[in-house]
T-cell receptor
Framework: DTAVSQTPKYLVTQMGNDKSIKCEQNLGHDTMYWYKQDSKKFLKIMFSYNNKELIINETVPNRFSPKSPDKAHLNLHINSLELGDSAVYFC???????????FGPGTRLTVT | GNSVTQMEGPVTLSEEAFLTINCTYTATGYPSLFWYVQYPGEGLQLLLKATKADDKGSNKGFEATYRKETTSFHLEKGSVQVSDSAVYFCAFDTGANSKLTFGKGITLSVRP
């Protein structure tokens, strides 16, 4: 019973392509997040949705567009991929107002 | 602004050594404090938490005490094992938008 799942686990693509990462949680949480982790393990929040509504939008290029079709799903679409987008992207979920977040296994994106 | 400062890494210890990883925070209000652990190739997992001053969080032999007077939440373990090798993140949540502020993370390697 995977709590927070992401697909794909690995994604290798060329510069300029468009790609999507999907996330699903079965914990009944109402808030979901996307994080980017760089090669030095630094973790940066990108977006957060609460009940399908965007509540956190950090300084992220417009090429990144999140979409939440329902409370259990949060997808991340990336246009015109660049070398600097190479990283591990983590999805997480929580209950609003409760700090504890549950993380997915990550998607390692490599842009060549 | 809000921030978390973790001691610089990486840290390498021999099995059964004592571990301390320092963490201090700068935040308004009374945040909840967390330690997350990331094992190689995996997502972050909550290790322990404390929600108010003088609370002690504990799990898997790890402990941390919420020290409001020093704004610290140092992680300790009396006897580390090889399986504790991972990246450790200190974080806090002020309740605003359910956002967690993470430290930079520190890599711990335990030698047999």
């Amino acid at each position: 019973d995977t709590a927070v799942s992401q697909t794909p686990k690995y994604l290798v693509t060329q510069m300029g392509n468009d790609k999507s990462i999907k996330c699903e949680q079965n914990l009944g949480h109402d808030t979901m997040y996307w994080y980017k982790q760089d090669s030095k393990k630094f973790l940066k929040i990108m977006f957060s949705y609460n009940n399908k509504e965007l509540i956190i939008n950090e300084t992220v290029p417009n090429r990144f567009s999140p979409k939440s079709p329902d409370k259990a799903h949060l997808n991340l679409h990336i246009n015109s991929l660049e070398l600097g987008d190479s990283a591990v992207y983590f999805c997480a979920s929580s209950l609003a107002g409760v700090g504890e977040q549950y993380f997915g296994p990550g998607t390692r994106l490599t842009v060549t | 602004g809000n921030s978390v400062t973790q001691m610089e890494g990486p840290v390498t210890l021999s099995e059964e050594a004592f571990l301390t990883i320092n963490c201090t925070y700068t935040a308004t209000g009374y945040p909840s404090l967390f330690w997350y652990v990331q094992y190689p190739g995996e997502g972050l997992q909550l290790l322990l938490k404390a929600t108010k001053a003088d609370d002690k969080g504990s799990n898997k032999g790890f402990e941390a005490t919420y020290r409001k007077e020093t704004t610290s939440f140092h992680l300790e373990k009396g006897s580390v094992q090889v399986s504790d090798s991972a990246v450790y993140f200190c974080a806090f949540d002020t309740g605003a938008n359910s956002k967690l502020t993470f430290g930079k993370g520190i890599t711990l390697s335990v030698r047999p």
